[in-house]
């Protein structure tokens, strides 16, 4: 259903599905998946690697969540592929999170179109039956700092402007109770009610201490220490460790998926209000302003 939601987006978007249906694949050599989305396949490794290419900070724009929900689910049926690495095209940049020009000036039928594919990433990623890494080679706010509370493993470049955390507050908006749960299911309650609170960004040593990443290793290291963490979770018997991934955190995603049109409904109120609007335009003005 969801799958079928997402093509239909893809579709208007005039991404072509026969290059995407090929990008996946399970050939060992290099190809691109699409736009957006690069996946590098090593078929003999059972290992793919996901690559963000959505410049210029791989914001998550309705297109490219629903070309990486594609890709992951692509992967997900493939059985060749039992571990994927999350990773930046553009060290620098992990993801920015949301995309702040889908929430801004758009109507309540885009708001909540774009609200949906933002869970159905989360949930595809979050229970996913594969072992998923971030390698995070960049800067990772919000949305983007989501995605990599919902792998399995993190592992942080140590570069101190590669900051990460939920830091909704600071744009004056609230991060869904689904956002709160995985922070806190990761650091714990008091941890995450400070950070949630204050909209904390955690510079790398901060962040592996209050284990918003399991490691923090030299930029030129990142992929190989992600790939050698996934090699020993490979030696675990896939079922053994997907039920207990399952049981750890099921009714976390249930708690969502029993509630995700109210869920929407909730987003699509919340972004319509006029304040948020105008905090959401002072945050992309202020954004603009750094620069000049
Ligand atoms: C009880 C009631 C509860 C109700 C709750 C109900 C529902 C919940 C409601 C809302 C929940 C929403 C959850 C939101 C999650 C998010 O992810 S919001 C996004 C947060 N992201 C950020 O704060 C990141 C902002 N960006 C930056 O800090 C920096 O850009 C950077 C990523 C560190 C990169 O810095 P730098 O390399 O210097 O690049 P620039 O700043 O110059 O940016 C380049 C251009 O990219 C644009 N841009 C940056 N971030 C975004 C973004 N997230 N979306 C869209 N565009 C972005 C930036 O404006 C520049 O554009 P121009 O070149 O100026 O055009």
Same mark, same amino acid.
């Given at each position: 259903?969801?799958?079928?939601?997402?093509?239909?987006?893809?579709?208007?978007?005039?991404?072509?599905?026969?290059?995407?249906?090929?990008?996946?694949?399970?050939?060992?050599?290099?190809?691109?998946?699409?736009h957006r989305v690069?996946?590098?396949?090593?078929?003999?490794?059972?290992?793919?690697?996901?690559?963000f290419k959505n410049p210029p900070v791989n914001s998550l724009t309705?297109e490219f969540?629903?070309e990486l929900?594609?890709?992951?689910?692509?992967?997900?049926?493939?059985?060749?592929?039992?571990?994927?690495?999350?990773?930046?095209n553009s060290?620098?940049?992990?993801s920015?999170?949301?995309d702040?020009?889908?929430? +801004?000036?758009?109507?309540?039928?885009?708001?909540?179109?774009?609200?949906?594919?933002?869970?159905?990433?989360?949930?595809?990623? @979050?229970?996913?039956?594969?072992?998923?890494?971030?390698?995070?080679?960049?800067?990772?706010?919000?949305?983007? +700092?989501?995605?990599?509370?919902?792998?399995?493993?993190?592992?942080?470049?140590?570069?101190?402007?590669?900051?990460?955390?939920?830091?909704?507050?600071?744009?004056?908006?609230?991060?869904?109770?689904?956002?709160?749960?995985?922070?806190?299911?990761?650091?714990?309650?008091?941890?995450?009610?400070?950070?949630?609170?204050?909209?904390?960004?955690?510079?790398?040593?901060?962040?592996?201490?209050?284990?918003?990443?399991?490691?923090?290793?030299?930029?030129?290291?990142?992929?190989?220490?992600?790939?050698?963490?996934?090699?020993?979770?490979?030696?675990?018997?896939?079922?053994?460790?997907?039920?207990?991934?399952?049981?750890?955190?099921?009714?976390?995603?249930?708690?969502?998926?029993?509630?995700?049109?109210?869920?929407?409904?909730?987003?699509?109120?919340?972004?319509?209000?006029?304040?948020?609007?105008?905090?959401?335009?002072? @945050?992309?003005?202020?954004?603009?302003?750094?620069?000049?």
């Open positions: 259903m969801a799958l079928v939601a997402a093509r239909g987006t893809l579709l208007r978007a005039g991404v072509r599905l026969g290059t995407e249906a090929a990008a996946c694949g399970r050939n060992g050599t290099r190809r691109s998946a699409s690069l996946v590098e396949p090593d078929a003999a490794a059972g290992i793919a690697t996901i690559k309705l969540l629903t929900i594609i890709c992951l689910e692509k992967l997900e049926n493939d059985k060749t592929f039992r571990g994927v690495i999350l990773t930046s060290p620098g940049i992990f920015a999170g949301l702040l020009r889908e929430m +801004c000036g758009k109507n309540p039928a885009h708001y909540a179109e774009y609200w949906r594919a933002v869970q159905e990433l989360w949930l595809k990623l @979050y229970v996913s039956n594969m072992i998923l890494v971030a390698a995070i080679n960049g800067a990772s706010p919000a949305g983007g +700092c989501l995605m990599s509370l919902s792998c399995d493993y993190r592992v942080l470049a140590d570069n101190p402007r590669y900051k990460v955390g939920l830091n909704e507050t600071l744009l004056g908006i609230v991060a869904p109770f689904w956002f709160r749960d995985t922070l806190v299911n990761t650091i714990g309650h008091r941890a995450s009610e400070r950070a949630l609170q204050l909209g904390l960004l955690f510079p790398p040593a901060e962040a592996l201490q209050v284990g918003m990443v399991d490691q923090v290793v030299p930029e030129d290291q990142v992929h190989s220490t992600a790939l050698s963490v996934i090699t020993q979770w490979l030696a675990i018997p896939d079922h053994a460790r997907q039920l207990t991934k399952s049981m750890m955190r099921k009714a976390t995603t249930d708690n969502l998926i029993k509630q995700r049109e109210a869920d929407i409904q909730n987003f699509v109120s919340f972004i319509s209000r006029d304040s948020i609007q105008k905090s959401l335009q002072m @945050y992309i003005e202020k954004l603009k302003q750094k620069k000049s």
